[in-house]
């Protein structure tokens, strides 16, 4: 089979049904655009996740009537811990300004009671450091007159993980969706195609053209049209991407410590790879039932 050929063909297909294809290439952009977006929000939650899961960290909230010399005694017995390698004292006053700035509510933070926002000491512990150990941890801790509660962050990190695990099931699902998607599309876009050139078939066919050649440019249209939207889907998603970035980009790296990312670039050729192969595939699927040579 001459490629060459085959190509001018595919090209010639094109032009003649130009609306049938933008049609096509159209509603499966859309279709890339939603995966794109769920494997750009599953990546990221990722890296949150895997942020959290090496970080250790413990918050110890302090009682209101605690004394100095007590609050003084449990840094002190803290900065002594081989675990402990930073250690913070945020005060009311801190507590409330960081709330206004990460939640960006301004004034109205300061109709909020003043026990919403306890002193605290901010323990960032040793990567590494075993769950045993920071529970034993946080259970002498706890055991200070001037301590009210130690938080722990396990339970978060644990439901945080299980939100995850349901985000990637939701990709999973929607990835399925979007299987079925193209290949109904370019099914449905080629078995038109096939319709629209049935007079060229049946001549070919009588000028002793090859079942090959005759189904060749039909392969390659759907190919093409899945590839197409694909990349273009890429495309869109990384202009969006780029557009919003700095509107989040402040407030999530100050809750989370983690920095957006668009997705890693083997992820976008696998995606537009998918892509072809489905498109090879609902091509194929479809000639084998609406083309009979």
């Not at 026990?115 to 529970?135: I, M, N, Y």
């Not at 396990?154 to 998607?181: D, I, K, N, P």
């Not at 489905?278 to 194929?284: P, Q, W, Y």
Request: proline share 2%; with cysteine; glycine share 6%.
């Amino acid at each position: 089979m001459n490629l060459r050929a085959v190509l001018q063909r595919t090209q010639r297909g094109f032009r003649d049904d130009l609306r049938l294809h933008a049609v096509a290439v159209i509603s499966l952009i859309v279709a890339f655009l939603c995966l794109g977006a769920a494997l750009l929000s599953v990546e990221n939650l990722t890296r949150i996740a895997e942020r959290w899961s090496r970080t250790q960290h413990l918050t110890v909230y302090l009682r209101s009537d605690a004394r100095e010399d007590d609050v003084k005694q449990l840094r002190l017995s803290l900065e002594g811990l081989r675990e402990v390698t930073k250690l913070e004292y945020i005060s009311p006053a801190a507590a409330r300004e960081q709330f206004a700035q990460q939640t960006r509510i301004g004034q109205s933070v300061v109709g909020l009671p003043d026990d919403a926002f306890p002193a605290s000491l901010e323990l960032q512990l040793s990567d590494g450091t075993e769950a045993a150990r920071v529970e034993k941890l946080a259970q002498r801790v706890a055991q200070f007159s001037a301590v009210e509660e130690v938080e722990t962050y396990r339970s978060f990190v644990g439901q945080f993980h299980t939100l995850l695990e349901a985000g990637r099931s939701g990709a999973v699902l929607l990835a399925l969706l979007v299987l079925v998607c193209v290949l109904a599309v370019i099914g449905n876009t080629i078995r038109l195609a096939v319709l629209n050139r049935k007079r060229e078939i049946e001549v070919l066919k009588l000028c002793g053209a090859t079942d090959a050649f005759v189904r060749g440019p039909f392969l390659v249209e759907g190919v093409l049209q899945a590839v197409m939207a694909a990349s273009l889907a890429m495309v869109l998603l990384l202009f969006a991407y780029l557009v919003v970035r700095d509107r989040i980009e402040t407030t999530l790296a100050t809750l989370t410590g983690v920095t957006t990312e668009f997705l890693s670039p083997l992820t976008v050729l696998a995606v537009i790879g998918l892509a072809g192969a489905l498109g090879g595939l609902g091509s194929a699927l479809s000639l084998r039932r609406y083309l009979q040579v």
